[in-house]
């Protein structure tokens, strides 16, 4: 019986991938991509061209939090079966490295903005964070109505709204009381020049999470029948935490310095055209971030993972706004300007309308995901030609 046991675990552990299992990408993109990115870095330090390095910039930058992100994933995934995780807490893991790209993008932002001492900068770090909460909300009305076409709706797992439910609550709550004090700071008797979110209530939203996340933590240790499984060697699960984490880290950089140049070289052009040029620059860092690895998501409901979907859509939207958003605000003070303001009173609307969609009876149809899909395209509209330039 005994040498049974260790014939079963041993081929276990010859069934674990390892590195090179999980590099999805061929020789061939990955010898396409080295030549970009020497091509990318001789230009940009030769300080010529500046379209092609802007062009060459966002290209590899969304690679880079593309791929790389799925290797982070896939790492941390493994990583919680070895530590004895369970799966939601396995499922968290991997989902705060698919949103590892938009704390790296927008934290070096943010850095940059503060260190240059550019407000439009600031004002694009801060606001990709909640643009890519935004996607997430429009992804995931995109997987709910691949989900339900044809059917009368989904039923929402019981998990996601019994877990959610009150952090969702709490969310909508803490956006609105951060609306609350930007609206009185403008209309005050004595208006500050420069109003500021606080750092200690960025604190306060990044504790938040932490404790939800404890909560879960300490709720599911005695599940021990629905333990994470491990799918690489450790030594494996390691390498590819590590070279996710390097190659996100190198798209933030590279996504930062495009946005520096689209500042400095063509925000002229475009405000003319009558386009808001910081929404368009913190568009395109919020998509960078959020559409690449959340995408997956889709792919996940069409092949009828639908719970996984929308459980990893919903906490996305959770993350960003209090773990990003919150431990960004910890370090550099987030500007409470009508930019910020407005997508902040968005997001909290946009969560009461899911909220009230998921509660009223546990349902999800085709036209609810449809509405969520109007709202955000709704949302981007006015952000792009309604906020004033």
């Avoid at 004895?84 to 790209?101: D, F, H």
Wanted: include cysteine.
């Amino acid at each position: 019986m005994k040498d049974s046991r260790i014939d079963h675990v041993s081929n276990s552990q010859n069934q674990l991938h390892g590195v090179r299992d999980s590099l999805v990408a061929g020789k061939k993109e990955f010898t396409v991509i080295f030549g970009l990115i020497v091509v990318y870095f001789s230009l940009r330090f030769s300080g010529i061209e500046p379209i092609l390095v802007l062009i060459l910039g966002f290209v590899l930058g969304i690679w880079l939090a593309f791929r790389p992100s799925e290797w982070a994933v896939e790492g941390l995934d493994s990583t919680a079966g070895h530590l004895g995780y369970t799966a939601y807490m396995a499922g968290m893991m991997s989902s705060l490295a698919s949103n590892m790209p938009e704390a790296v993008i927008s934290g070096i932002a943010a850095y940059s903005g503060w260190i240059n001492e550019s407000p439009d900068l600031l004002d694009i770090a801060v606001l990709s964070v909640l643009i890519a909460a935004g996607f997430n909300m429009l992804l995931l009305g995109l997987t709910i109505v691949i989900s339900t076409k044809g059917t009368p709706g989904m039923k929402v797992p019981e998990e996601a709204i019994k877990k959610d439910s009150v952090l969702i609550r709490w969310t909508i709550v803490a956006l609105i009381c951060m609306f609350a004090l930007g609206i009185l700071d403008m209309v005050g008797l004595n208006p500050p020049v420069d109003p500021k979110f606080p750092a200690i209530a960025s604190f306060v939203l990044f504790l938040s999470y932490i404790i939800y996340t404890w909560a879960l933590a300490t709720g599911d240790v005695t599940d021990s029948e629905n333990k994470a499984t491990p799918s690489h060697r450790k030594k494996s699960a390691l390498i590819l935490t590590i070279m996710g984490i390097v190659g996100i880290f190198f798209a933030g950089e590279i996504l930062t310095n495009s946005v520096e140049i689209f500042l400095h070289h063509y925000s002229e052009p475009i405000t003319a055209l009558g386009i808001n040029h910081v929404a368009i620059a913190a568009l395109i860092l919020g998509a960078a971030g959020a559409l690449p690895e959340h995408g997956i998501a889709l792919i996940a409901a069409a092949k009828g993972k639908v719970g996984l979907a929308v459980g990893n859509l919903i906490g996305g939207v959770l993350q960003i706004v209090l773990l990003v958003m919150g431990g960004i605000g910890m370090f550099v003070l987030i500007p409470l300007d009508r930019y910020v303001l407005f997508q902040v009173i968005v997001i909290a609307g946009s969560l009461w309308f899911l909220k009230r969609a998921i509660t009223d009876d546990h349902k999800l149809d085709f036209f609810e995901g449809a509405m969520i899909i109007l709202l955000q395209v709704y949302v981007f509209i006015l952000l792009i030609a309604g906020t004033p330039i």
